[in-house]
Nanobody, 119 residues
Framework: QVQLVESGGGLVRAGGSLRLSCTAS????????AGWFRQAPGKEREFVAS?????YYADSVKGRFTISRDNAKNTVYLQMNSLKPEDTAVYYC???????????????WGQGTQVTVSS
């Protein structure tokens, strides 16, 4: 399993942008499917986006968020534009062998980074 560390969270006003980064160590991230999930207080962890050779997005973020990978840096990014208050959550990156929106099928997780969008 790889170890994952997220960064880039913070406080932003509605309509603003943030870019999250997730850097892997102890393995080659390009060998895995990489995903982003988020969890708001009192809610279950939900799928946001994933990337292997192609990308997948939750309907709630499609057109606003972009997942990308830099294999040379062993890093996956989540560019978040047109942020809304309902995007407020702890964002987690994950790595696994399957491209899926199911969090239980990912093997490695980062510690999470808080994103807060004010209205």
């Amino acid at each position: 399993q790889v170890q994952l560390v997220e960064s880039g969270g913070g406080l932003v006003r509605a309509g603003g942008s943030l870019r999250l980064s997730c850097t892997a160590s102890g393995g080659t991230l390009s060998r895995y499917s990489a995903g982003w999930f988020r969890q708001a207080p009192g809610k279950e962890r939900e799928f946001v986006a994933s990337a292997t050779w192609t990308t997948y997005y939750a309907d709630s973020v499609k057109g606003r968020f972009t997942i990308s990978r830099d294999n040379a840096k062993n890093t996956v990014y989540l560019q978040m534009n047109s942020l809304k208050p309902e995007d407020t959550a702890v964002y987690y990156c994950a790595a696994g062998l399957t491209t899926t929106d199911r969090p239980d099928l990912y093997d490695s997780w980062g510690q999470g980074t808080q994103v807060t969008v004010s209205s």
